[in-house]
């Protein structure tokens, strides 16, 4: 269960503003309503009513029905209600689904993730929809949240039509390709790559990604398949030098890097690891003969802020790597200094250089 007014419980003048925003769009006196059925549904939820918390739930999207057919309002009223209609159906999901409404649970659910819920993590870990996991049709409910298709592709103005070294850059988990594509399209630019950024496959909510599920006990075959999609969607842009792909993480990103920089040297020439911890796996056991396959190991370097556990782990990580014939070189930066500010970026670029020197 989620709290319906879940937008407009956060402290500061936001809140007060949001609920404001919600008043007009209901209408002072349904708007009360509204309030006083948020806490009827809070109750039920407490109390394991849940027939009369649906019943309260169905009274809460009548009026946002209500409000919606007006007609047309400004995107930020629109997206707010919105909001409020995605909850509303995943608890009655949730109210479905203890009642032992399978069918209804699903349509329920359904509805809640084409209004825009998108939570993956929510819907994995909520004992209320235990009753219909294996329910028809929630798998494929979770595979539409847990893959999509974005992978946002550059190419520096000038580049000719020569192949062109590829970086594919890996963002941390709860953001997105956009904070990537920000932080490197110029350091990518100056060095004369194509730039790569694949959206995480697991989405955590509006506008955040991540790439591996918690729950599922990190299974690393999707997120190593969309870094590898990545590859094509560039050579779609722009011709690809094979011998020059390289792979950049911040830190859930990093460790995803890092896994598909080993399990498949003969695609990638080296990685950097941005804030990012080393998975914890032994080189060989992620190397099968596909060094030799490959003729060469990926270098790796790591980047991470002084004084940080990263730091002092991914040096003994390196360490074993350098014993194992590795190629690998250490960058940090100033420990005040967040994996995206310019300090952090520095010392990633220094990094990147590195990798594509011969």
């Given at each position: 269960?989620?709290?319906?007014l879940?937008?407009?419980v956060?402290a500061?003048?936001?809140?007060a503003?949001?609920?404001?925003?919600l008043?007009?769009?209901?209408?002072r006196e349904?708007f009360?309503?509204y309030?006083?059925l948020?806490?009827e549904v809070?109750r039920a939820f407490?109390?394991?009513?849940f027939?009369p918390?649906l019943?309260?739930?169905r009274?809460?999207?009548?009026l946002?029905e209500?409000?919606?057919?007006?007609?047309?309002?400004?995107?930020a009223?629109?997206?707010?209600?919105?909001?409020?209609v995605?909850v509303?159906?995943?608890?009655?999901?949730c109210?479905?689904?203890?009642?032992?409404r399978?069918?209804?649970a699903m349509?329920a659910?359904?509805?809640?993730?084409?209004?825009?819920?998108?939570?993956?993590?929510?819907?994995?870990a909520?004992?209320?929809?235990?009753?219909?996991?294996?329910?028809?049709?929630?798998?494929?409910?979770?595979?539409a949240?847990?893959?999509?298709?974005v992978?946002e592709?550059?190419?520096?103005?000038?580049l000719?039509?020569?192949p062109?070294p590829?970086?594919v850059?890996?963002h941390?988990?709860g953001?997105s390709e956009?904070?990537?594509?920000r932080?490197f399209?110029?350091?990518?630019?100056k060095r004369?790559?194509?730039l790569?950024?694949?959206?995480?496959?697991l989405?955590l909510?509006?506008g955040r990604?991540?790439?591996?599920?918690?729950?599922q006990g990190?299974?690393?075959?999707?997120?190593?398949?969309?870094?590898?999609?990545?590859?094509?969607?560039?050579e779609?842009?722009?011709?690809?030098?094979?011998?020059r792909?390289?792979l950049?993480?911040?830190?859930?990103?990093?460790m995803i890097?890092a896994?598909?920089a080993?399990?498949?040297?003969?695609?990638?020439?080296g990685v950097?690891?941005?804030?990012a911890?080393?998975?914890?796996y032994e080189?060989?056991?992620l190397?099968?003969?596909r060094?030799g396959?490959a003729?060469?190991?990926p270098?790796?370097a790591?980047?991470a802020?002084?004084?940080?556990?990263f730091?002092?782990?991914g040096k003994k990580?390196?360490a074993?790597?350098e014993k194992a014939?590795?190629?690998?070189?250490?960058?940090?930066?100033?420990?005040?200094?967040?994996?995206?500010s310019?300090?952090?970026?520095?010392?990633?670029?220094?990094a990147?250089?590195?990798?594509?020197?011969?």
């Amino acid at each position: 269960m989620l709290p319906a007014l879940l937008l407009l419980v956060a402290a500061g003048t936001g809140a007060a503003r949001a609920q404001d925003a919600l008043a007009d769009l209901l209408g002072r006196e349904a708007f009360a309503r509204y309030v006083s059925l948020e806490g009827e549904v809070r109750r039920a939820f407490a109390e394991r009513a849940f027939a009369p918390g649906l019943d309260a739930l169905r009274s809460q999207m009548a009026l946002l029905e209500k409000a919606a057919a007006r007609g047309p309002r400004g995107e930020a009223a629109r997206a707010l209600l919105a909001a409020q209609v995605r909850v509303n159906w995943y608890n009655q999901a949730c109210c479905l689904s203890r009642l032992g409404r399978k069918k209804q649970a699903m349509e329920a659910l359904g509805k809640a993730v084409a209004a825009g819920f998108t939570s993956v993590a929510k819907i994995e870990a909520d004992p209320d929809l235990d009753a219909i996991r294996k329910e028809p049709g929630y798998l494929a409910i979770l595979r539409a949240l847990t893959w999509n298709d974005v992978v946002e592709v550059r190419v520096p103005e000038g580049l000719g039509e020569a192949p062109a070294p590829l970086l594919v850059v890996l963002h941390p988990r709860g953001g997105s390709e956009k904070d990537l594509l920000r932080a490197f399209g110029g350091p990518a630019a100056k060095r004369g790559m194509v730039l790569a950024a694949p959206r995480g496959p697991l989405t955590l909510g509006e506008g955040r990604y991540g790439w591996r599920s918690m729950r599922q006990g990190g299974a690393e075959e999707t997120p190593l398949r969309k870094v590898l999609a990545a590859i094509p969607a560039a050579e779609r842009a722009h011709p690809v030098d094979p011998r020059r792909v390289y792979l950049l993480g911040v830190g859930e990103g990093g460790m995803i890097a890092a896994l598909a920089a080993l399990r498949r040297p003969d695609r990638f020439r080296g990685v950097v690891l941005l804030d990012a911890r080393w998975p914890r796996y032994e080189a060989a056991d992620l190397l099968p003969g596909r060094v030799g396959e490959a003729g060469r190991a990926p270098r790796i370097a790591l980047a991470a802020a002084k004084g940080s556990t990263f730091l002092a782990e991914g040096k003994k990580a390196l360490a074993r790597l350098e014993k194992a014939t590795f190629s690998t070189r250490l960058f940090s930066f100033d420990a005040a200094a967040p994996a995206l500010s310019p300090p952090a970026l520095e010392a990633a670029g220094r990094a990147l250089s590195w990798l594509a020197s011969k």
